[in-house]
């Protein structure tokens, strides 16, 4: 699995965007990347899942360059909710088994 | 909404007993996973379970684990003899495709 570099934190305000971006050099071509989010005390939970170029959902957007060596996950207009830890995962996620590598991920505070 | 759940919430255990945490997955996934959290650490891959078998294990799942799916739904984590290093939360986790949905977890704390 490639490795992945990205901030160990962030402050924000509510109401902002929060763009954390994640470096992934070593990617692989078959290589997917997805972001997960942690509350304290509860289970990641998946975000979002890109290949190349954008992807948006009801939650996020996930920005990923032509050269794919790192992404952008955009996250619009930030509340108090938002404050968790987000991780950046990036491996040949296939239809079925994915064992997933977590990293430190990026701890983000959102203030009022 | 399809949720994984997992139960005890919270399990506190002495040093050297046994301990069997217990998961509900998706009733329409096949890949069933263990991951667990030490407090302030990252989440860790335990073990991966599919059609009835371990298909990966990490480091960490050394002879005193062990994973069962005893009845086709339930999917159990047993701990032979549990150390003090063995306090975490341990989370299960199940996927169809390329979502992997997580439990809430069981808090485990060895004293």
């Known amino acids: 699995l490639a490795k992945t570099t990205q901030p160990i934190s962030m402050d924000s305000y509510e109401g902002q965007e929060v763009n954390i971006t994640c470096s992934h050099n070593n990617i692989a071509t078959n290589d997917y990347i997805t972001w997960y989010q942690q509350f304290p005390s509860q289970g990641p939970r998946f975000i979002i899942q890109?290949?190349?170029t954008k992807v948006t959902n009801e939650v996020a957007s996930l920005f990923i360059p032509a050269d794919r060596k790192s992404s952008t996950l955009s996250l619009p207009r930030v509340s108090l909710s938002d404050t968790a830890v987000y991780y950046c995962?990036?491996?040949?996620?296939?239809?079925?088994?994915?064992?997933?590598?977590f990293g430190a991920g990026t701890r983000l505070a959102v203030h009022p | 909404e399809p949720e994984v759940t997992q139960t005890p919430s919270h399990q506190v255990t002495q040093m050297g007993q046994e301990v069997i945490l217990r998961c509900v997955p998706i009733?329409?996934?096949?890949?069933f996973y263990w991951y667990r959290q030490i407090l302030g650490q990252k989440v860790e891959f335990l073990v991966s379970f599919y059609n009835n078998e371990i298909s990966e294990k990490s480091e960490i799942f050394d002879d005193q684990f062990s994973v069962e799916r005893p009845d086709g739904s339930n999917f159990t984590l047993k701990i032979r003899s549990t150390k003090l290093e063995d306090s975490a939360m341990y989370f299960c986790a199940s996927n169809l495709e390329n979502e992997q949905f997580f439990g809430p977890g069981t808090r485990l704390t060895v004293l």
């Open positions: 890109g290949y190349k």
């Open positions: 009733s329409n996934h096949l890949y």
């Open positions: 995962l990036v491996g040949f996620f296939s239809g079925g088994y994915n064992k997933l590598i």
